[in-house]
């Protein structure tokens, strides 16, 4: 049994003073935490750079010709938290400093619960820094945040019992070093792990003091994890921290099962409470995730992580990175984020220190404690990395297991292997200053010598193997000269590491060595541990944190001005430009985006001719296709443009080039005047290069197109990334399409072409220009700028009337006819039959409002029909007919409608809180229970003061 820790309490000084140069120490630890995140984060918080991955957008049309072309991206992992973290987060923030909570956005994919659910942590308490901040600013310090709170409660966790300052201090620098708070950051998934230290600390207050406050503690800090809308890594924590209690209570009290079940059931309450102050979220999430497209989330006991990222836990990059500009990319099949487990070389190698020295170690914590880390962190390791039938096992039970991925508990190991570390490193400082009387027998002099060899030597054995497996999947994975460079990285990452573990050692060695011979000299060394700590982290994070140029945070082009001022109350679609899910960010209405989407919206999307959903389901993209701008679904949800980059083939019948007329260069002083084949309407004019274009910058093909007198008709450009920003130029043999903006030159006009450049180099091409007409296709090119924009004339608008009401009970009949385009402009699809529609009636609609939250408008009908609004409002959403509850029925499968009589009408829909608004009652009511626990427990404490005195 392990050695009782006194009673702690951390405001209380240590029984024995501490010298000096263990203040010292302490102080360095908390440098080292401070500098870890000053540097780490860096520029952003002074609002220099953006802490998010905006440089991302560089790669996409319109941002790529838009002054970004410079802009190379130096984490491409980070792609969520980019469309659709920060954007969302970014737009909830200012919606309700103009306050406007915004409980549902409409901007992606036809619409899903926002700010009433918890899925972008908008109410976990690390998140108020988007409330407060402009979107740009609010990254940094979120992340700063993040790592008060994560170091700051390990720290009061490891100071419950007979740890030092500097001990615990350093088990908070290496728990906000770890890889799981490091690859996540800027997802909600690192707020919810920062308070995994806040909920042991929490159950380990309720097991020693048994108090009503520590069980209100306990449920603010899950209720914090709870709102930051990452279930798995909170079931895990729960899952832990549970056995914690369990172990902590048995070992603590024995069989005085009155005392065990009365702090059980206390943390049960906790819990239960937990949920009832997160229901104000819980309830709409819960509602929401029954009426969204999943798939895909079934877990098999093969779905673990693989065996050789372990050693990410001392060479995070070993396997490559996630700059392409930057070593090999990230190689294995399992992505980086999901992957690596770093803690840093001296963080294994204290931690390996306690495991080596239990007896000893058992008495840092308090009984139980050191054998339930050990175990759990063992446990932990078995079913993250072998799978298997301990896995299999697991997945049985309900939800954690089965629906989420294994690799995620890493978040709970790092803490783990955090407080294995800080015992470590405590026993290392003890032994240099006094500490009290270890109790119990004595252990024979061969085991205390052969344990730890036994612990060394398994670890370098097991490391031993690792390198093998490492090596030769580095060699592997693509093989020939590829190959060969990865396992040269792969080495040269591994002796980084090892330059930090044998510096850690030496330090160690030192101290150890030095305790009894030289104080002063190990009091030194010591001095070297979080150092090293701190510096290796900073290895990991400061090259995988993301710090771009403000001047890529959601820049506005001319492609979105010209969708600002020509959507109205429809939507766009995107196939090869524009990033997904960004349009929250400026805001525009998209089909496109990174979103749960509407589980019959999803449906009638994934039954498009040529096109289904991928995984995960809830990334809506499209390719440019002409297919695809023409798809009648499109039609029915209101998609008005179709968006294009300028690269992409333009839409339209394709007139080649007359090769009679020869080779001629352009250059800026001798630009090419050529006739366009055919006559009236263009779309683009194309050149056919001879030899390849590949200029030293960035450069401006233009193309102005002039009638007969030299009138000009139309202007475009299309720019070509230079060398010096890795552009690709353009291979000989390439048919160049300049894309204009020309539907509207007279039908007949005869037009010739002027084309110009402004490289030094010479674009050599034939000497005609062919073109590209417009086509019976229903479509109109309406801009050409930095990205191509169409004009769908077959759209439908999106909130419009319906005389005509098609019933169709078969699910799968029915999305294969809105899918069909044989459906008219004046029908709708119904699941089942409704109040009945005037044929032909036909209506004048005036919306009035079109916010986040709420729909209005009025109608003018000729006859009875349905208004329909092309929006996933399926769930959450009720509507009313002037001022009275009316029904919203299913409509087109993905959307709705409501029935209108004759007349003018005022029809409103508005997103309801589900279960008539029960969560916000629940969460209010437990607030003001929290409030008076901790009120009562402040006139108490108060009362017995005053008693004292």
């Not at 009155?258 to 906790?270: E, S, T």
Request: contains cysteine; hydrophobic residues 50%; proline residues 6%.
């Amino acid at each position: 049994m392990a050695t009782p820790a006194p009673e702690p309490s951390p405001e209380a000084d240590e029984p024995v003073r501490e010298p000096r140069w263990q203040r010292a120490l302490t102080a360095v630890v908390m440098l080292a935490i401070i500098g870890y995140a000053l540097a780490g984060i860096g520029a952003p918080l002074l609002g220099l750079k953006v802490f998010a991955a905006t440089d991302m957008l560089a790669d996409k049309a319109p941002y790529a010709t838009a002054g970004l072309s410079d802009v190379q991206p130096t984490n491409t992992f980070l792609n969520d938290t980019v469309d659709s973290v920060l954007p969302n987060s970014a737009l909830f923030g200012e919606l309700l400093r103009e306050g406007d909570v915004a409980l549902w956005n409409p901007y992606q994919s036809g619409g899903a619960a926002f700010g009433s659910t918890p899925n972008y942590a908008l109410f976990n308490p690390l998140s108020v820094p988007y409330l407060l901040l402009p979107g740009w600013l609010a990254p940094g310090y979120v992340k700063l945040l993040e790592i008060v709170v994560a170091a700051g409660a390990t720290f009061l966790f490891l100071r419950r019992f007979s740890l030092g300052r500097a001990a615990a201090g350093l088990g908070g620098l290496v728990f906000v070093g770890s890889g799981f708070l490091i690859a996540w950051t800027n997802w909600p998934q690192s707020r919810v792990a920062a308070f995994i230290p806040a909920v042991f600390w929490c159950v380990e207050r309720l097991v020693a003091s048994r108090r009503a406050r520590d069980g209100a503690l306990l449920c603010l800090a899950v209720a914090a994890m709870l709102l930051g809308g990452f279930p798995a890594v909170t079931g895990y924590t729960i899952l832990f921290a549970g056995s914690y209690l369990v172990v902590r209570v048995l070992a603590e009290y024995g069989f005085s099962w009155r005392r065990i079940v009365g702090i059980v059931g206390g943390a049960g309450v906790a819990l239960v409470g937990a949920v009832a102050l997160a229901a104000v979220q819980l309830l709409p999430f819960v509602s929401a995730m029954s009426g969204v497209y999943i798939a895909g989330r079934e877990q098999t006991p093969d779905d673990h992580l693989l065996p050789v990222t372990a050693l990410t836990a001392v060479a995070p990059w070993a396997f490559g990175t996630t700059d392409p500009n930057r070593g090999p990319y990230w190689y294995l099949p399992v992505n980086l984020v999901e992957s690596t487990v770093y803690v840093g070389a001296a963080a294994v190698l204290l931690a390996l220190i306690a495991v080596a020295f239990p007896r000893v170690a058992a008495g840092r914590l308090p009984r139980g404690g050191f054998s339930y880390f050990l175990v759990a962190t063992l446990l932990g390791l078995v079913v993250i990395y072998g799978g298997g039938a301990p896995l299999a096992a697991l997945q049985k039970l309900p939800v954690l297991f089965s629906d989420n991925y294994v690799g995620r508990m890493r978040s709970v190991l790092c803490f783990l292997v955090a407080v294995l570390a800080a015992v470590g490193f405590d026993l290392l400082v003890r032994r240099v200053v006094p500490s009290v009387r270890r109790e119990g027998g004595r252990v024979p002099r061969w085991v205390r010598v052969a344990w730890p060899a036994v612990v060394f030597g398994g670890a370098l054995v097991v490391f031993a193997a690792l390198l093998w497996r490492g090596r030769r999947a580095a060699r592997i994975a693509e093989g020939g000269a590829e190959g060969s460079y990865r396992v040269s990285w792969f080495d040269g990452q591994l002796l980084w590491a090892a330059l930090f573990g044998a510096l850690a050692l030496a330090a160690i060695g030192c101290a150890w060595w030095a305790a009894r011979r030289r104080p002063s000299l190990a009091g030194v060394a010591a001095l070297l541990v979080p150092v090293l700590i701190a510096v290796q982290a900073l290895s990991f994070a400061g090259l995988y944190w993301p710090k771009s140029d403000k001047d890529t945070y959601y820049p506005v082009t001319d492609v979105h001005r010209y969708l600002a001022s020509h959507l109205g109350d429809d939507r766009y679609a995107a196939g090869g430009a524009m990033f997904v899910g960004a349009d929250s960010a400026y805001p525009l209405r998209a089909l496109n985006g990174h979103f749960f989407i509407g589980k019959r919206l999803g449906e009638a999307l994934d039954g498009m001719p040529g096109w289904g959903l991928g995984d995960p389901p809830t990334y809506i993209n499209f390719r440019p296709t002409l297919q695809t701008a023409q798809q009648p679904l499109f039609d029915r949800l209101g998609v008005k443009y179709f968006v294009t980059a300028p690269s992409d083939t333009v839409f339209g019948t394709v007139t080649k080039a007359s090769s009679a007329a020869g080779a001629v260069s352009i250059r800026g002083d001798q630009p090419l005047r050529a006739d366009v084949p055919g006559t009236g309407p263009l779309r683009g004019v194309t050149v056919e290069l001879t030899s390849a274009f590949r200029p030293a910058s960035d450069t401006t093909i233009t193309v102005t197109l002039q009638d007969e007198k030299g009138t000009e008709l139309a202007r475009a450009s299309r720019v070509i990334i230079g060398r010096d920003h890795q552009g690709d130029g353009v291979a000989a043999g390439t048919a160049l399409t300049v894309p204009v903006a020309g539907e509207g030159i007279p039908a007949g006009t005869k037009v010739s072409a002027v084309v110009t450049q402004d490289a030094r180099e010479a674009l050599a091409i034939t000497g005609g220009v062919g073109a590209v007409h417009p086509a019976d296709d229903g479509l109109r090119l309406v801009h050409a700028g930095n990205a191509v924009v169409y004009q769908r004339l077959t759209a439908l608008p999106r909130i419009r009337w319906a005389g005509t009401a098609v019933v169709e009970p078969d699910a799968a009949a029915r999305i294969a006819l809105v899918n069909s385009g044989t459906l008219t402009a004046n029908q709708v699809v119904l699941d089942s039959s409704g109040p009945a529609a005037t044929a032909g009636s036909r209506a004048k609609i005036s919306v009035l409002e079109d916010g986040a939250d709420t729909i209005s408008a009025r109608v003018d009908a000729t006859g009875d029909g349905y208004l329909v609004v092309a929006d996933a409002l399926q769930n959450d959403w009720a509507v009313t007919v002037d001022g009275q509850p009316a029904t919203l029925v299913p409509a087109d499968h993905g959307v709705v409608a409501v029935a209108v009589p004759d007349g003018t009408h005022t029809v409103s829909l508005s997103y309801r809180t589900p279960y008539h608004g029960a969560g916000t009652y629940l969460s209010a009511a437990t607030a003001l229970v929290i409030a008076a626990i901790f009120a009562g427990a402040w006139f108490r404490s108060r009362r017995k003061r005053g008693a004292e005195v």
